[in-house]
């Protein structure tokens, strides 16, 4: 075990205990446990450790990515992690396409691959390992490809101790069985119990171009299986300023869409991005000293969204004000669902003496305690923050109306907008559902207007959503079905609440074997994970 760590600015190493802290180091059966106690002011850097196993170049490794947009699933030794700083520089300053994943504070190279909190391999040898480190720092695994080596690597950088306090530094379970490991990791993170989420959304067919023509319309088209009706994006003047409704599109402002939604027995959803606000915003041009700082000292960018948006810095007593004052504004109109976007820019830069996993745990409870008891989507946010804080969380990244997005898309970043990655993600973290959150895979599609999935691709994308997820929305006005869509969202909606998937299987190629059981009976299809069909489906 190595520790990195600094003394009065001073950088230094250590593997065991000395005059600057104590380790004390406790394995009992699957368990470890590391606790470091200061003996002096210190600030932490990095904790490393290693397994003594080693990688087998034919076995499939379950890498978690950092966020809930990155792509995740099983990769091989001989894969690679696509590595942002590959894409034309210009391109990614332009859109600030590293600043939707790790690339910010880890780096990447050919010889190592990585992932966060949850990890697993199957083939010759099988593994289950998960932490139980989630209040303080994430936990990195990553596989080293020169000597086929397991190094655990804890975030603690940020975190400042005082001389006595003390943190723990790794707590995780590890398993050389997949299946115990499995079933150690859902008794350790019980069913939640989540109601499922039938819904729909007005993001994914006309984006920001929203009104309440538009919302009025779709509202009408939903039969009584509905129980969440969510207006996205496009509502307000700019991302931001939440308080300020466009009244060209909405001129009766929405109360009255909210107890419309009601009247349908439905809950009303809202979208949000709390800790963000674009660079065309009132937030932006009026408040810049509420916002993050970069290293240079200029105002965090996050993203290039929109007109391009900058992390809010939510630890000023009036940013708080502001995002609480914006939260209950819609919850005082009668909003139940509350879909909050962006929220890894919470954690950007540490700062204040935390790890970025405090600092993300900390945001999303300060989101929790003003929501209260209502309804909370994540998205784009940490996998393992999110456990205990919201009710639901999206497991990839955005759906594309073409299956893998056009084709320049496949140079950016990990977080990509694309169906196919997201169709994947699904199917890989799938063991989430029910234990950390409810998944959210994202909308299914199955309109003809607007989009050139083909009908086996949007048949797919449905089937899978169903099977897999908590949370089963679209953005289509179903009015529009024919007979053969009805009958796919009838079967779909049958999987949503009756099937349970018991394995999932790859042969390391194309194909993912899904097994499940409805109704008492076992079945299973085949997915084509490069073109994105069903090759069987009973």
Not at 114 to 139: C, M, P, T, W
Request: aromatic share 14%.
């Amino acid at each position: 075990m190595k520790i990195t760590y600094l003394v009065d600015g001073v950088k230094k190493e250590a593997i065991e205990s000395n005059a600057d802290f104590d380790l004390v180091v406790e394995n009992k059966e699957n368990r470890s446990l590391v606790a470091l106690k200061a003996k002096k002011d210190l600030d932490l850097v990095l904790a490393e450790d290693k397994l003594s196993v080693t990688c087998n170049s034919t076995d499939l490794y379950f890498l978690n990515g950092y966020q809930s947009w990155t792509d995740t699933k099983e990769f091989s030794l001989k894969q690679k992690l696509r590595n942002i700083k590959k894409s034309p520089k210009l391109i990614t300053k332009m859109f600030a396409l590293d600043k939707y994943g790790d690339s910010e504070f880890y780096e990447y190279t050919p010889k190592k691959m990585h992932g966060y909190d949850i990890f697993y391999s199957k083939g010759k040898s099988e593994s289950f390992l998960y932490s139980l480190n989630f209040n303080v720092a994430y936990l990195i695994i990553e596989l080293h490809k020169d000597d086929k080596s397991i190094h655990l690597l804890s975030d603690i950088n940020g975190i400042s101790l005082k001389a006595n306090e003390e943190i723990t530094v790794f707590d995780y379970k590890y398993f050389s069985n997949y299946e115990e490991g499995l079933e150690s990791f859902k008794k350790d993170f019980p069913s939640l119990n989540k109601e499922k989420i039938f819904g729909y959304t007005s993001w994914y067919n006309y984006y920001q171009n929203i009104n309440e023509e538009i919302i009025l319309k779709d509202l009408d088209a939903l039969d009584s299986r509905f129980n969440v009706f969510q207006i996205d994006d496009g509502y307000e003047t700019f991302v931001g300023d939440w308080l300020d409704i466009d009244e060209k599109k909405f001129p009766n402002g929405l109360e009255k869409i909210v107890e419309k939604i009601h009247s349908k027995g439905y809950k009303a959803g809202i979208w949000l991005a709390p800790f963000v606000a674009e660079t065309k915003s009132k937030l932006f041009e009026e408040h810049r000293d509420w916002f993050l700082r970069d290293k240079e000292g200029n105002p965090a960018l996050a993203g290039g969204n929109w007109s391009k948006f900058y992390a809010l810095d939510y630890t000023k007593e009036e940013v708080k004000d502001y995002i609480r004052k914006c939260l209950e504004y819609y919850m005082n109109i009668g909003f139940d669902f509350f879909k909050l976007d962006f929220l890894y820019a919470a954690a950007l830069y540490v700062k204040n003496g935390k790890s970025r996993c405090q600092a993300q745990k900390e945001a999303y409870e300060f989101l929790r305690n003003i929501l209260k008891d209502k309804i909370i989507l994540g998205c784009g946010a940490n996998i393992i923050n999110s456990y205990k804080t919201f009710d639901y969380l999206r497991i990839g990244p955005d759906v594309s109306l073409k299956f893998d997005d056009v084709f320049y898309m496949r140079l950016f970043h990990r977080e990509r907008i694309s169906t196919k990655v997201t169709i994947q993600n699904t199917i890989f973290r799938h063991i989430f559902d029910g234990h950390l959150f409810g998944n959210d895979p994202d909308v299914f599609l199955l309109r003809d207007e607007n989009i050139d999935l083909t009908d086996e691709q949007k048949k797919a994308l449905t089937t899978i959503n169903a099977l897999m997820g908590s949370v089963f929305m679209t953005s289509d006005n179903i009015a529009t079905y024919n007979e053969d869509k009805k009958s796919i969202l009838d079967k779909a909606f049958n999987l949503f609440y009756k099937a349970e998937v018991t394995s999932v299987k790859t042969n390391g190629k194309n194909l993912i074997y899904i097994d499940y059981e409805i109704s008492n009976e076992n079945k299973c299809l085949t997915y084509n994970y490069k073109k994105g069909v069903l090759v069987d489906y009973e």
